[in-house]
């Protein structure tokens, strides 16, 4: 696709590296969050920090929804899966640690834990093999929860049924704004989350807050844009909600993927790993679609479980307050071969982003 | 994990169409979230489409960045 090529072009990321140049504080430091996994892929993959101003920084926040689920809700996979039932989910989630043990170690120990690419391809194997009960672990932001949606209101198999732990964006946004010291001067909101959700969740951020917020595309130069669109309004004291990525997120999102998730979910208090409970952050599926509830269905509850395992700064990396090469075990102890914490799991970690790179460029 | 693709469409029957990620990799996605036709592209994540790209937008997106960086150039 042309447009593709285009929006990575290296002869634009350098137009709009000097324009950052233009617009950025001489002295002053500024700090971006981002809120997206892949968004710190883009910027890890492709070197976005090596274009800006020692004084302009991005950072990660908690951004990679499978880092973010608490042990509690894999310990209630592990449950269901020792009790003789096949466990489905993406790959990301397999190896993520638990109170004592991953969906990976349940599967050494004879599990049916099976990966897969799309939900319905769980669905598939549900039909297929119609004798057994299956459950997908649904995971994910809102990009994630309207295919959960889809397939929970569209009648699935009488042995199917859904472990939900969907988590949303912006409550874990605002919660960055209390937390001291870390000084965000802008946010790069998640692009895809926004394809869903449209532009209105982040406005109280510019309005309640005064935070300068840009919805951004994937390609590097779309997040290079959504930076300097940032810098401009710091420098012009300016605090609007802007849309760099307009060619996918319409103002009003997906209207019929949003009204899927309403008729599916309600809209609950959830935990976050590394972070705690959050009001109004999680969702659980409706009464009327309650037995495909596999929490319901199988008497599953787990209230707490070991969120993070000692001498890991997973939970000051999820936030933004440490890079992952400020933690002791990162590259030592904790490596993409043998990971420690959940940010060193999932491919969308910030740990496990920043090592990946780190061992292409040493290999160079 | 938030990680979309675009695709575009190559057939459509219900709720599921054929997209072709390039270079004639097809595959069979769920289009339940959006109003997809043959020949428009779709922005694809774990199997379903979740919104259409605005092709028109795409490009005036790069004309106007264009502007924006030969503004304040002269």
Not at chain 1, 112 to 138: H, I, L, N
Not at chain 1, 146 to 170: C, D, Q, Y
Not at chain 1, 240 to 264: C, F, I
Not at chain 1, 306 to 318: N, P, R, S
């Amino acid at each position: 696709m042309t447009e593709a090529l285009n929006y990575r072009s290296p002869e634009m990321a350098k137009r709009i590296a000097d324009k950052i140049r233009e617009v950025a504080p001489k002295k002053d430091t500024v700090k971006f969050c981002h809120v997206c996994g892949t968004h710190e892929w883009t910027i890890t993959h492709f070197g976005v920090r090596s274009f800006l101003p020692e004084n302009v920084e991005v950072i990660a926040g908690p951004g990679c929804p499978v880092c973010i689920v608490p042990a509690a809700e894999i310990d209630e996979a592990v449950q269901i899966a020792q009790k003789g039932i096949a466990v489905t989910c993406f790959g990301d989630l397999l190896r993520v640690p638990g109170s004592s043990m991953s969906l990976m170690d349940a599967k050494a120990e004879g599990a049916d834990v099976r990966v897969v690419y799309s939900m319905s391809d769980a669905v598939k194997m549900a039909q297929t093999e119609s004798g057994k009960e299956f459950v997908f672990f649904a995971v994910g932001f809102e990009t994630t929860a309207p295919s959960t949606a889809v397939e929970a209101l569209s009648k699935p198999p009488k042995n199917f049924s859904f472990l939900v732990s969907h988590r949303l964006i912006p409550p874990a946004m605002e919660l960055l704004l209390g937390v001291g010291d870390l000084n965000i001067d802008g946010f790069i909101a998640p692009g895809h989350v926004s394809v869903i959700i449209g532009l209105k969740p982040y406005e109280l951020f510019p309005r309640v807050y005064r935070m300068p917020t840009v919805v951004a595309g994937f390609e590097p130069v779309d997040v290079l844009m959504s930076i300097y669109m940032l810098l401009k309004q710091v420098k012009e004291r300016d605090a609007k909600l802007e849309n760099e990525y307009s060619r996918m997120v319409k103002p009003e999102g997906n209207p019929k993927a949003l009204d899927l998730m309403d008729k599916a979910f309600e809209v609950i208090a959830g935990n976050w790993r590394g972070i705690g409970r959050l009001p109004a952050s999680s969702l659980q599926l409706r009464q009327n679609l309650a037995e495909y509830d596999a929490r319901k269905k199988f008497g599953v509850k787990v209230e707490h479980g070991k969120d993070i395992l000692l001498g890991c700064e997973c939970h000051l990396v999820i936030i933004g307050k440490i890079k992952p090469d400020k933690c002791p075990m990162f590259m030592k102890a904790c490596t993409p071969q043998k990971p420690v914490g959940a940010c060193m799991v999932s491919s969308e970690g910030t740990c496990r982003v920043w090592a990946k790179t780190f061992q292409a460029q040493s290999k160079r | 994990m938030c990680l979309a693709i675009p695709a575009r469409v190559v057939s459509v029957s219900g709720d599921k169409a054929q997209v072709d990620f390039g270079e004639k990799v097809l595959r069979e996605v769920n289009v339940t979230l959006v109003d997809a036709k043959v020949g428009e592209y779709v922005l694809v994540h774990a199997g379903y489409a979740i919104q259409k790209m605005d092709q028109k937008e795409a490009l005036e997106t790069l004309s106007l960045w264009n502007e924006v960086l030969k503004a304040g150039q002269e």
